[in-house]
C-alpha cells in the first residue's frame, strides 16, 4: 500500500473538501427534518385533497424521483470512470451524489418556511 492512501485525505484542499462535505451532509439533514416537519403540519391542517396539497404531494414525489435520477447518472458516471481507470476520492463523490438531494432540500425548507 502506497504512504498516500486514497481512503485519507493528505493534502489541505482534499481536508476542506471533507469539510464541505461534512457540512453538506448535516445541512441536507436538517433541511431535511424541518422540510419533513413543516410538510407534515400542512398534512393536520389541510384537506388531503386541497389543491394546495395536491399540488405539494405532487411536487415531493416528482422532486425525489428527479433527485434520484441526478444521483443515479452521477453514480453511473463514476462507475463508467472506474471502468477506465480513473477514480475520484470518496469526498469529492459524496458531495457530487449529495448535491441534488441537498439543493432540493434547501429549497423546500426555504419555500415551506416562507408560507404562512
Known amino acids: 500500500m502506497s504512504p498516500h492512501s486514497p481512503f485519507i485525505p493528505h493534502t489541505p484542499a482534499a ?6 462535505l461534512s457540512v453538506m451532509a448535516l445541512e441536507l439533514w436538517s433541511t431535511s427534518f424541518s422540510t419533513i416537519a413543516m410538510r407534515h403540519g400542512l398534512w393536520q391542517t389541510q ?5 394546495r396539497m395536491l399540488k405539494e404531494n405532487q411536487r415531493m414525489v ?12 452521477e453514480i453511473q458516471k463514476a462507475m463508467l470512470q472506474m471502468a477506465f481507470g480513473q477514480t475520484a476520492p470518496w469526498w469529492v463523490m459524496g458531495r ?8 432540493r432540500s434547501s429549497a ?8 404562512r
Do not use: I, Q
Open 62 to 73: 416528482s422532486e425525489k424521483l428527479e433527485a434520484s435520477m441526478e444521483t443515479g447518472f
Open 47 to 51: 384537506s388531503p385533497t386541497s389543491p
Open 15 to 20: 481536508m476542506l473538501d471533507v469539510w464541505k
Open 96 to 103: 457530487r451524489t449529495m448535491t441534488p438531494y441537498h439543493r
Open 108 to 115: 423546500n425548507s426555504r419555500r415551506l418556511s416562507r408560507r
